[in-house]
């Protein structure tokens, strides 16, 4: 009995663009928004809870959060510099290479967090004074610069890595992909009218595919054959090479050979 027919509807993708864009927007105004609060905030709480941290004077802790503020604020401008000119040059190859990275909203967060290191800086930089240094607050600003450093460099290696020709090549095809799935999602089972040939249909064996949406590129031919002659059967394929074939479409048809029509 022949499987029934899977409907699909189709479905833009510009929407899960734009949800990633707005999360992302979203997500670097929060780091920016939190680093000021935290900025101002632990140095207050450090007050009620017992010294810890490295041992930083006065003198010390201003030029550490002096120096963490002015060096966020260069590697951001550097970092939006350095994306400006990735774009600008894979545009300049083709304008639909830079939607088909995709990530570059990623930066955005780096961006942001950035900033939100900067920020902290500054507004706990206002909370030290000659007979209250909030080391706890300081130490915490140098560990997030460690935290700045990974992600940057982590995100700087993937770029790299994207501009090139083979990178560039995986983007497209990662982006095919994904317009494929979201342009032929599975959606609910539907029949198919009778024909003809439901009297044979008894003895069919489909083969449906497993996998996600794909292309059908090769047959075996010669091995199918001598399966088919080993065991007395025939398989019928109902989709040429090059077809599409969505996830559980039917590609093929094995019965007796005194089974249905040739």
Same mark, same amino acid.
């Given at each position: 009995?022949?499987?029934?027919?899977?409907?699909?509807?189709?479905?833009?993708? /510009?929407? %899960?663009?734009?949800?990633?864009?707005?999360?992302?927007?979203?997500?670097?105004?929060?780091?920016?928004?939190?680093? =000021?609060?935290?900025?101002?905030?632990?140095?207050?709480?450090?007050?009620?809870?017992?010294?810890?941290? $490295?041992?930083?004077?006065? %003198?010390? =802790?201003?030029?550490?959060?002096?120096?963490?503020?002015?060096?966020?604020?260069?590697?951001?401008?550097?970092?939006? &510099?350095?994306?400006? $000119?990735?774009?600008?040059?894979?545009?300049?190859?083709?304008? /639909?290479?830079?939607?088909?990275?995709?990530?570059?909203?990623?930066?955005?967060?780096?961006? +942001?967090?950035?900033?939100?290191?900067?920020?902290?800086?500054?507004?706990?930089?206002?909370?030290?004074?000659?007979?209250?240094?909030?080391? +706890?607050?300081?130490? $915490?600003?140098?560990?997030?610069?460690?935290?700045?450093?990974?992600?940057?460099?982590?995100?700087? #290696? %993937?770029?790299?890595?994207?501009?090139?020709?083979?990178?560039? %090549?995986?983007?497209? =095809?990662? /982006?095919?992909?994904?317009?494929?799935?979201?342009?032929?999602?599975?959606?609910?089972?539907?029949?198919?009218?009778? &024909? #003809?040939?439901? &009297?044979?249909?008894?003895?069919?064996?489909?083969?449906?595919?497993?996998?996600?949406?794909?292309?059908?590129?090769?047959?075996?031919?010669?091995?199918?054959?001598?399966?088919?002659?080993?065991?007395?059967?025939?398989?019928?394929?109902?989709? #040429?090479?090059?077809?599409?074939?969505? =996830?559980?479409?039917?590609?093929?048809?094995?019965?007796?050979?005194?089974?249905?029509? +040739?």
């Amino acid at each position: 009995m022949t499987p029934p027919a899977r409907a699909r509807a189709p479905r833009r993708s /510009r929407g %899960s663009n734009r949800a990633r864009n707005v999360r992302s927007r979203g997500a670097a105004v929060l780091l920016v928004v939190l680093g =000021a609060f935290l900025g101002w905030a632990v140095p207050r709480w450090e007050q009620h809870l017992p010294s810890t941290g $490295l041992g930083f004077d006065a %003198s010390t =802790a201003q030029a550490t959060l002096a120096a963490i503020a002015g060096g966020m604020i260069t590697l951001a401008g550097f970092i939006v &510099t350095a994306i400006t $000119l990735v774009i600008q040059t894979v545009q300049s190859m083709s304008p /639909r290479l830079v939607s088909a990275l995709g990530h570059f909203s990623r930066y955005l967060v780096l961006f +942001g967090l950035l900033i939100g290191t900067a920020l902290y800086a500054l507004v706990a930089l206002s909370q030290v004074q000659n007979d209250l240094v909030p080391r +706890g607050s300081v130490t $915490l600003a140098v560990g997030l610069v460690l935290v700045d450093s990974v992600v940057v460099l982590r995100l700087l #290696a %993937s770029l790299r890595h994207a501009v090139t020709g083979g990178g560039l %090549s995986r983007g497209v =095809a990662e /982006r095919l992909r994904t317009v494929i799935d979201q342009t032929y999602p599975p959606g609910p089972a539907v029949p198919v009218p009778p &024909t #003809a040939d439901d &009297t044979h249909r008894g003895a069919r064996v489909p083969v449906v595919h497993g996998g996600g949406p794909a292309v059908l590129l090769s047959v075996d031919e010669p091995r199918l054959v001598r399966l088919a002659a080993r065991h007395g059967l025939r398989i019928r394929f109902v989709r #040429a090479i090059g077809d599409f074939a969505g =996830a559980g479409a039917t590609i093929a048809f094995v019965e007796p050979v005194g089974g249905g029509g +040739g």
